[in-house]
């Protein structure tokens, strides 16, 4: 009876997580284990003998280790098909280990780029070489050969070969698409990167993404649709994606469009700021000189529109907080924030009627806001734009009528404006002592989106301030703002009838803002 080969694995990675369990669950199942650099010397520490490539190949490494795996002997070994004559003849004849299983994980590229102060020498060293040819070579040969590229893989493969002595064929092919799909990954960071150091037009000509499957969801907007959420790879920073769930039942689709929605806004004021966000418009919001009165006063925007919403925070959920939150007649269905204080989860996950069911998020600090490009889908092809963030400059701001705003009206302008960006289009804010006290959004007509604003916040429109995204054609606005008893307005400006629009401030006594920038959001 003929012996059973041996099992080679060969084993080179950057990221040593969970390797030492791994090479020992495949030392005890009988593989010999090939390696190189720094990975040998870290199993070799861990007490596991391996050989070393160079000893194997004889051919020592070099360059500072640009040259290790480059060799016949080891791509040889790799892409030798198992049921070839020819193929076995040729590595008996040379001499070459017949490898069954490669684990490669490569150099951290996106991880160096993303720090701040890197040099482009640094990132050069930072391209793998060996790394990609060696996962490419085991992924084309994935009949015979089982190519690992993250750690979350390794517990599956030693199941496999527990349970049937060998890494099965269906798990090889899927293994084999994920290798495929990160030196794909891979080239795009690095295309990426010489892209935006080389061009001076910030759309490359051939536009390359790369996204990591996170996980499945339940559905999307609605049961019928399919979906999934993926990681961006480059994203630094709190976001939605990142963000770790301490409580609460699974995300859906929409939770995660609102969530990311309610941090965007938060993440735009210095002070404690809630929103409280209802098909991924706020319906309340407010500052404060605590969580706990930001939460009032954000909850009492909309309190009909509230029951079910999301909520976010941009300082440490405290048992304050809470206990507003925990109050009879509330429903909150997620909750972001930076951190959660222990008591306040404790509150919020006892105390409610839907304490077993809502979302918290931890996100971390939100330093600073999120910048770069945004990405919208169309049958077709892709729309891609700067991402609209980042305050506007004060300094553009045009008082166009004879009366000033006061000092108090300017701060809710400011507080008015930051927030109607966030809003749908045509969108109307109205704000008094820096909470949201009515929304009009999403409207066809901005006559509609004021009406419906001002419809919203009912008594409390009187000496409240009003933001619009976009200018005003006609006056008309500006007399049903002033019945209300609407007390300031602040809009972009660069319409047509600006004149009369400006006239009719001053024949109500309105004082009113050009901020000379639109913020549409379709």
Not at 147 to 167: D, F, M, N
Not at 241 to 256: D, F, I, M, P, T
Not at 381 to 386: A, E, F, K, M, S
Not at 403 to 416: G, S, V, W, Y
Request: contains cysteine.
């Amino acid at each position: 009876m003929a012996t059973a080969p041996q099992k080679n694995a060969l084993i080179s990675v950057s990221d040593k997580s969970g390797l030492v369990e791994l090479v020992r669950g495949l030392v005890d199942a009988g593989y010999t284990v090939y390696s190189t650099g720094g990975t040998r010397r870290h199993l070799e520490e861990h007490e596991i003998a391996v050989v070393d490539v160079a000893a194997y190949t004889g051919f020592p490494e070099m360059m500072d280790g640009r040259l290790k795996t480059l060799h016949p002997k080891v791509f040889g070994g790799i892409l030798c098909r198992h049921d070839r004559d020819d193929d076995l003849e040729a590595l008996a004849a040379h001499d070459i280990r017949r490898f069954d299983l490669v684990v490669v994980n490569l150099y951290p590229f996106e991880a160096t780029v993303a720090s701040k102060g890197i040099t482009l020498a640094e990132a050069v060293e930072q391209i793998d070489i060996g790394g990609p040819s060696l996962v490419r070579a085991a992924a084309k040969n994935h009949a015979f050969i089982t190519i690992a590229t993250h750690p979350e893989q390794y517990p599956a493969i030693l199941v496999e070969i527990s349970q049937h002595g060998a890494v099965t064929p269906e798990l090889r092919r899927q293994m084999a698409i994920e290798a495929f799909g990160r030196t794909a990954q891979y080239d795009r960071a690095i295309t990426a990167y010489f892209s935006e150091k080389q061009a001076t037009d910030p759309f490359p000509p051939d536009l390359q993404l790369g996204f990591r499957h996170q996980t499945n969801l339940r559905y999307g907007e609605n049961p019928h649709q399919r979906a999934a959420l993926y990681e961006d790879p480059q994203s630094r920073g709190a976001t939605v994606v990142s963000a770790r769930k301490l409580h609460g039942k699974e995300l859906s689709y929409n939770n995660l469009l609102d969530l990311d929605s309610a941090l965007a806004m938060v993440r735009a004021f210095a002070d404690p700021a809630v929103v409280v966000i209802k098909h991924n418009n706020p319906c309340g919001a407010a500052c404060a000189s605590t969580l706990a009165e930001a939460t009032q006063k954000a909850m009492a925007g909309d309190p009909l529109s509230a029951f079910g919403s999301i909520l976010g925070m941009n300082r440490i959920v405290d048992a304050a907080t809470a206990e507003i939150l925990a109050e009879p007649g509330l429903f909150v269905e997620s909750i972001v924030a930076p951190k959660f204080e222990p008591s306040a989860v404790e509150i919020l996950t006892t105390r409610p009627k839907w304490k077993n069911n809502v979302r918290l998020l931890q996100a971390g600090p939100l330093d600073g806001e999120s910048t770069g490009v945004d990405h919208r889908r169309i049958d077709g092809g892709l729309l891609v734009q700067d991402a609209d963030r980042g305050s506007d400059p004060e300094g553009e701001w045009k008082t166009v009528t004879r009366i000033k705003p006061t000092a108090e009206q300017l701060n809710d302008l400011r507080f008015a404006w930051t927030m109607v960006r966030h809003v749908k289009s045509n969108a109307i804010v109205l704000a008094k002592k820096q909470a949201v006290v009515g929304v009009g959004a999403g409207q066809m007509s901005r006559v509609d989106a004021v009406e419906n604003a001002i419809r919203k916040a009912g008594e409390r429109s009187a000496g409240s301030v009003l933001a619009s995204d976009a200018f005003f054609p006609f006056p008309d606005s500006i007399h049903q703002a002033a019945d209300a008893g609407i007390a300031a307005i602040i809009q972009p400006g660069g319409s047509r009838g600006d004149d009369q629009v400006m006239a009719a401030c001053d024949q109500r006594g309105i004082p009113m803002i050009f901020s000379g920038r639109r913020h549409f959001k379709h």
